[in-house]
């Protein structure tokens, strides 16, 4: 199935919800969103360019492949519990840097922020491996 | 620190072998060898600190709060057991990497067989019922390996496995009173129960506790009715049997009884169990033995009597008795553990192990026969082996036994008069007599193979004829351990003219004369043993095996019939009328219908939920169940934007998108709904799913208006910012409260995810 | 409006028991899925009902009384994610089970062995 439109709009869409689904990820900690809605929104990017492009040439446009991005997903939660277990607390307990205190600029980075990261990265990986594998068939 | 150290080791040891067996070759077996034998020397050199009853104990909490923690407990009992365990495991490893080199998968039985001197080590030193448990097992599990050696032979399996099911069911009933004995104390630790031996005794728990333990000793010390599973074992390769079935794993219920004298022993029901099943086994072993034509059968049935004999003298409990059972325990592990080898050797050799086919094998393995029949001058109690010294002390004790006296002196004599049989027996008609026509001519067994033997034969003869300098202090520690009020006898080899003297000569002399009316004796006894034990117990055990399958069989193909609608309808019906019981017992529902609060928008979207369900489960068509299924999702997602739930509404807009594409996806394939269920059919699963509607609906309704405890998110609401630095508080549990629920999660999808990868990609077109 | 919301509750579990017990393969894991709608949607209910107040903090001073519970919402939030990837494996096991054997009839696999 070919259609223009929803090539042009995929190919437009694409970038434009990778953005999204990061700035979503990064504003979870105080407003909506978060590691799962980004992930979701990450995966929705590549299935839409799926939809319109084929599963092949998608594959081809990832950094990641799929069942990869999952792992690294999961890789990165667990690894978020370390830095607690250096300065010896209890694993995944948060931990917190401040750069540009008090100032327009102001970004905090934490542990748990790090997580999300990879609930993130693990959500998107399988939702893309589950449909690519449909869609495939 | 030391003996946690050296077991660690062995299991390591255990593991390596394997690995690199085939690179060390022949080599192999004297190298491996080295561990075992260090650990012979360190707790041989413990033995002066530990005669007059010290202890050595090394602790690892694991549970403290329930006083289960890996500690040893090293003393007087533990170094005579360490010495048999180790000491004829060294021999043991050198033999089998020889006796092995021509079978497949030997670097594997390595291993296991290290495992297993690990796990019976382990037993022997355990400080902690828990951890002896544990060890406990791990011999039965290596044992099962080391039996079933022989895989793709269906008799090598059916006796691993029957072995397996009766120390497993004895381990499970040990594991029982175990727990049972830790009860009085709140600990597990030896040298708690030992600090105050007759709380258990006193107690109520006793009885039970004690059934328990010797179910698992029983067990595995063979005795009856649980014997059979050990001559059922020597289908395994020798080594295992020299190494198993002589000196370890059947000594193990030896050694607990031993262990547990202090606390246990001395009532009246120990002394009756154990002098009835012990002697019964004793007298039963010797008999049964007589017939048997397999050298390693014959064997295996009179380590049987042995252990009977052993029971037996801990039953007695008396201070000859106990005596007598340490002497007998360790002259019994030197002489069966040469006999198993040489059985082996002359397998090798000649390639039968049937007596009647053997005889003459003197001019041919002139060594072979020394070593061999030194060992069953052990047996026989001859002195100057340490076989006569055992022999006098059981007399002795018996001579002094509180009750039964002469009953007991008959078992004995009479269990004494056959081993003298058997002891010509297998000396005179193997080694000399008619030559029979061997398949290949018979010679000398290797250096490796006739070592052990050798050194064990002479170790027999050192201990035997100097026993006020050797065997007295080699076994006054496990005396002492044993039974702390009695301390151990001055061994000598000459006592006089005495009773006991008398009764030996008589044993001698009976032996003799049975064994040149052998022909007659054997007729005599098979005739016996066909109208009285005609019926083999392994036979009975192994039936009652296949029963048990076919009825549990039969009862899961009943229960589980394969339908998963009436598993799921008596879940139901069962949960609907659980709740129903607490629905009402719990306070009356207030409702208060208040029209105000209802919008009517929101009214509508409820009202379209309830269409979309009930449209998906009367329609005929499949397009109409997945719009259905989406007009519930976006319903749902109203719902929780009308009531505070951003985060849940914006997840689920996303997840029911993705689950309609997904379902639509997959729907393709499928054929077109069809009727399976009948009109009846349907109303009764009407009539279920009503019952669960109505009952969730009160349960909501219940739930919705009764605040039960102050909730948790309290906590979460107060250090969201202050602690975690975030004002989405949902986003906070699930990334920092609660995040390790969260790796679970997404752990699981990942593992969905892979399922669904390998369902599709994966299978085989 | 609880009222409202318990004869949703009710209504949707009892659909997906209803479909539970078909036959039909596919049903099945139409039934599961809104088994997973209802049970979410109870979760969200029974925790109370609060209108127009999210759980962030915004620095008000009483705002901790009147807002909603977080806590059922993170294990609802999880809980509709594990039931995607739920929901997905059990699809993809109703299309293969369909193309290994040919029907969509659960009775049939039992008879079968």
Redesign the interface.
């Known amino acids: 199935m070919e259609s223009v439109i929803l090539q042009i709009a995929a190919r437009h869409m694409r970038p434009l919800l990778i953005i999204l689904s990061v700035i979503v990820l990064y504003r ?10 980004g992930g ?2 990450l995966g ?1 990017a590549y ?1 839409l360019y799926a939809m319109a492009f084929g599963v092949g040439k998608t594959q081809n446009r990832i950094l990641f492949s ?2 990869n991005l ?2 690294l ?2 890789l990165i ?2 690894l ?2 370390v830095p607690a277990l250096l300065s010896g607390m209890p ?2 307990t ?1 931990e ?1 840097v401040t750069f540009f205190a008090n100032s327009a600029f102001e970004l ?1 980075l ?1 542990t ?2 790090l ?2 990261v ?2 993130f990265f ?2 998107a ?3 893309m ?3 690519f ?5 | 620190m030391t003996t946690g150290l050296f077991i660690a080791l062995l299991i390591l040891l255990a593991f390596l072998a394997p690995l690199t067996r085939k690179y060390l070759k022949n080599a192999a077996g004297w190298l491996y060898a080295l561990l075992p034998l260090t650990g012979l020397v360190y707790y041989l050199s413990l033995l002066p600190d530990i005669i007059d009853g010290q202890v050595i104990t090394e602790t690892y909490a694991w549970i403290p709060v329930y006083g289960i923690n890996f500690s040893f407990y090293v003393d007087g009992l533990s170094i005579l057991f360490s010495a048999m365990v180790l000491g004829i495991g060294t021999f043991i490893l050198i033999y089998a990497n020889k006796y092995m080199h021509t079978y497949p998968m030997r670097s594997r039985f390595m291993g296991y067989l290290i495992l297993f001197m690990a796990a019976m080590q382990g037993i022997v030193v355990s400080g902690n019922l828990i951890t002896m448990f544990v060890f406990w097992e791990l011999t039965s599990i290596s044992s099962y390996m080391l039996i079933g050696y022989h895989h793709e032979k269906p008799e090598s399996r059916t006796s691993a496995l029957q072995a397996l099911l009766i120390t497993g069911f004895g381990g499970l009933a040990l594991l029982g009173g175990f727990v049972l004995m830790g009860q009085p104390y709140g600990s597990y630790e030896l040298s708690v129960l030992f600090s105050d031996p007759d709380l258990i005794r006193s107690g109520s728990l006793y009885l039970p506790a004690l059934i328990l333990v010797l179910l698992g000793a029983f067990t595995k010390s063979a005795q009856f009715p649980f014997h059979f599973w050990l001559p059922g074992a020597m289908v395994a390769p020798s080594p295992v049997s020299a190494f198993l079935h002589s000196a370890t794993m059947v000594k193990a219920g030896v050694f607990l009884l031993l262990r547990l004298n202090p606390v246990m022993g001395g009532t009246e029901a120990w002394h009756i169990m154990l002098t009835a099943f012990g002697g019964f086994t004793m007298v039963m072993g010797a008999w049964l033995s007589i017939s048997q034509t397999d050298l390693k059968k014959i064997l295996a049935y009179t380590t049987v009597s042995a252990l009977g004999t052993m029971v037996l003298l801990i039953g007695n409990g008396t201070q000859y008795a106990i005596n007598a059972a340490i002497i007998f325990l360790l002259v019994h592990a030197m002489y069966k553990g040469t006999l198993f080898m040489m059985a082996g050797n002359i397998e090798k050799m000649t390639g039968t192990r049937d007596i009647t086919k053997l005889g003459g094998l003197y001019t041919y393995m002139p060594l072979a026969a020394f070593i061999m029949t030194a060992a069953l001058v052990s047996m026989a109690g001859i002195p100057p082996m340490l076989g006569f010294l055992g022999k006098e002390l059981m007399y002795e004790s018996k001579l002094m036994a509180p009750t039964v006296r002469y009953l007991l002196l008959a078992a004995t004599f009479f269990t004494n008069m056959v081993l003298v049989f058997l002891s010509l027996r297998l000396s005179l008609d193997v080694f000399w007599g008619k030559t029979p026509q061997y398949a290949k001519t018979p010679k000398e067994p290797y250096f490796p193979l006739l070592l052990g033997p050798a050194l064990l034969v002479m170790a027999s003869l050192l201990l035997g004829a100097l026993p006020g300098l050797l065997a007295g202090p080699f076994t006054a520690g496990a005396i002492t351990a044993t039974s702390p009020l009695h301390p151990a006898l001055k061994l000598k080899l000459w006592h006089g003219f005495n009773t006991v003297l008398l009764l030996s000569f008589l044993t001698l002399l009976a032996g003799a004369i049975l064994y040149r009316h052998k022909h007659a004796f054997i007729r005599f006894a098979e005739k016996i043993n066909l109208k009285y034990f005609a019926r083999e117990f392994s036979k009975g055990f192994y039936k009652a095996q296949n029963d048990f399958l076919v009825f549990t069989k039969l009862q899961t193909s009943r229960i589980q ?5 009436f598993y ?2 008596t879940i ?1 019906v069962v949960a609907s009328a659980l709740v129903w019981v607490v629905i009402w017992r719990a306070d009356p529902i207030m ?1 208060e ?1 208040n029209f105000a ?2 919008p009517l928008n ?2 509508a979207v ?1 009202a379209l ?2 269409t979309a ?2 449209s ?2 009367v329609s005929h068509s ?1 397009v109409i ?1 997945l719009v259905a ?1 989406g007009v ?2 976006f319903g ?1 997602t109203i ?2 934007i ?7 509404a ?3 807009v ?2 029911e ?3 309609v ?3 639509m ?3 393709y ?3 077109k ?2 009727k ?2 009948d009109t009846g059919a349907r109303m009764r ?2 009539l ?3 019952v ?3 009952f ?6 219940q ?3 009764s ?1 039960l405890d102050i ?4 906590f ?3 250090k ?2 202050s ?14 409260f ?6 679970g ?6 593992i ?6 390998s ?3 994966l ?1 085989k077109k | ?15 997906a ?8 393969i ?5 039934g599961l ?2 088994l997973g ?2 049970t ?3 979760l ?15 620095n008000i001073a009483g705002e ?1 009384e009147m ?5 059922p ?2 294990l ?3 809980a ?10 059990a ?6 089970f ?2 290994v054997t040919k029907t ?4 049939e ?2 008879e079968n ?1």
Do not use: C
């Not at chain 2, 969730?696 to 309704?701: A, D, G, R």
């Open positions: 979870g900690h105080n407003e909506p969103g978060g590691g799962f809605i979701l929104m929705a299935i799929p069942i999952t792992a997903g999961l939660a667990l978020s519990g694993f995944m948060g917190w905090k934490g748990p922020l997580f999300d990879g609930v693990a959500v990986g399988m939702l491996l589950v449909m594998s449909i869609m495939e068939e | 019939h394969g339908y998963h609608r799921l309808m139901f409702l219908l609060d209802m929101l009214v409820l939920i309830i369900a009930l998906a489960v499949r169940a299924m519930i999702g749902i719902i929780f009308a009531f505070s739930g951003v985060d849940l914006i997840t689920m996303m997840v998108v993705l689950m594409i997904l379902a996806a997959v729907l394939h499928l054929p709904y069809t399976y269920s699963d009407g279920v799913a009503a669960v509607g109505v969730m609906m009160v349960l909501v309704l739930a919705g208006t605040q909730p948790i998110s309290e979460f609401k107060d969201s910012y602690e975690a630095f975030g004002r989405n508080i949902v986003n906070v549990i699930l990334v920092d609660r995040a390790l629920d969260t790796l999660e997404i752990t699981v999808i990942a969905a995810a892979i399922g669904i990868f369902m599709i990609k299978t | 409006m609880l009222f409202l919301l318990a004869v949703v509750i009710g209504v949707l579990y009892g659909s028991v209803y479909l539970l017990l078909r036959r039909n596919f049903k099945l894991v139409l899925i809104f709608h209802a979410n949607l109870l969200f209910v029974a925790s109370g009902l609060t209108s127009g107040y999210p759980a962030f903090l915004r901790t807002m909603a519970d977080p806590l919402q993170a609802i939030l999880t509709i994610v594990i039931g995607l990837g739920v929901t997905a494996f699809l993809v096991l109703v299309y293969r369909y193309s969509v009839d659960l009775d696999l039992s062995e």
